[in-house]
């Protein structure tokens, strides 16, 4: 049998099964690169196993994928996900890591969230009524970043209900933090139950350069600093040292350097120019004007004993006795309590620390 070649072309669809037996054609026959994608439709690939390298394709469907690691891409923004950990991480368009789920913290999985901008790491937002967030059991937030707190909660405007945060305990207290204008306006209300242990206190400076410490008293010397609406203001003060002073403000419980950049109600952001210049001369005081509390007293009035009213006395920043003197101040009744709380027989500059009671009764 002899066979004969020919240059003639053959002509499209011309060599089929009766001309090729099956298994005529073996893989070292076809040329490499000879195969294209426009000249294959494959429907299924059944228990495939190959390496097959690096694979660009436009989408998957219906499959799953086991691997040492899967991402997004291969540098910049990205997420992946390792075998070795199983941690789902989200890198940043310099290479750090931004968030993950599955990290640990003191054994225990959490997800984390890390962020460096002016805008939140993480919102949660819900506009129907189901909320955007629940927490069940104990969380803990903080903050590392200077004059930032560790949380803003912010109620819409829509309603008289969209309060900041409400905290309920079952069976006991309720009250709210941020409230809407239409509900009154309030920082904080107590819905069920009062507040407890409750001392009102007031924002004031003190010049640095003075003494002063906590259970000294201070007067408003009237220089305000700032206001705000009609229910804040902040003021410099100065220690109390004239008998009976009526421009009595209250006792020192704290006192800190001021700082530029930190909150104050009466101090809106946007008075750069004054917070600095308050910075270089002040010190921050939180004063007790309301409530319980302790005193600075001396001896110069004589001894005191529970139920005394106290005033002012020539001893910077203590009280005497005062027998039945109603200050002028804020205070409308101010008592020792106690029992042979102070004597005044140890000589006139005698001072120690006593109970103060408060009250608002009209006839003192």
């Given at each position: 049998?002899?066979a ?6 053959l002509?499209p669809?011309?060599?089929?099964n009766?001309?090729l ?5 073996t893989?070292?026959k076809?040329?490499?690169?000879s195969?294209?994608?426009d000249?294959m439709?494959v429907?299924?690939?059944s228990?495939l196993?190959a390496n097959?390298?690096?694979?660009t394709a436009g ?11 899967v ?7 990205r997420v992946?996900?390792?075998a070795?950990?199983n941690?789902l991480r989200?890198?940043s368009?310099?290479g750090?890591?931004?968030a ?12 984390s969230?890390a962020?460096?901008s002016?805008?939140?790491?993480v ?8 909320g ?6 104990f ?5 590392s ?15 008289g ?8 305990a ?9 409230v ?5 306006g309030f ?18 400076f003190?010049e ?9 008293i ?5 220089r305000?600093?700032m206001r ?5 203001a902040?003021?410099?003060?100065a220690?109390?040292d ?9 006792v ?6 001021f ?6 109600a009466?101090?809106?952001?946007q008075?750069?120019a ?9 010190d ?20 005191i004993a ?29 008592g020792a ?13 005698d ?6 009671r408060?009250t608002?009764?009209p006839d003192?």
């Open positions: 049998m002899s004969a070649t020919t240059s003639t072309a002509a669809g011309s060599v089929g009766t001309e037996a099956n298994g005529a054609v893989g070292v076809i040329a490499a690169y195969v294209t994608a000249k439709s429907s299924s690939l228990a196993t097959l390298g690096t694979v989408s998957l469907t219906g499959v799953t994928i086991t691997g040492a690691t991402q997004t891409a291969t540098s910049g923004r992946t996900m390792s070795s950990d941690y989200v890198i368009a310099s750090s890591q931004v993950a789920i599955g990290e640990t913290y003191s054994g225990d999985v959490v997800m969230v962020r460096e002016g805008t939140p790491a919102r949660l937002q819900n506009s129907s009524s189901g955007a967030l629940q927490l069940t059991g969380a803990d937030i903080s903050s970043y200077a004059f930032q707190p560790a949380l803003i909660v912010t109620g819409s405007s829509g309603s209900n969209n309060h900041g945060i409400r905290g309920r079952s069976g006991g207290g309720s009250g709210l933090i941020g809407p204008a239409a509900s009154g920082a904080v209300y107590g819905e069920v139950g009062s507040i407890a242990p409750f001392t009102g206190s007031h924002d004031g003190l640095r350069a003075s003494a002063g410490g906590p259970g000294d201070v007067i408003d010397t009237g305000i600093l705000s609406g009609l229910d804040d902040v003021g410099v003060n220690l109390a004239t008998v009976a002073d009526p421009r009595v403000y209250g020192i419980s704290r006192r800190v350097p700082e530029a950049g930190a909150m104050m009466a101090f809106p952001q008075a750069a004054l917070r600095d210049y308050c910075a270089e001369r002040f921050r005081l939180v004063i007790n004007s309301l409530g319980e509390g302790l005193i600075n007293v001396c001896g110069r009035g004589g001894d529970a139920g005394d009213l106290l005033c002012a006395s020539s001893l910077p920043g203590a009280k005497p006795a005062a027998g039945r003197w109603r200050d002028a101040g804020l205070y409308r009744r101010q309590r106690g029992g042979d709380v102070f004597q005044s027989g140890r000589g006139a500059a001072r120690l620390h006593i109970p103060l408060v608002n009764d003192l």
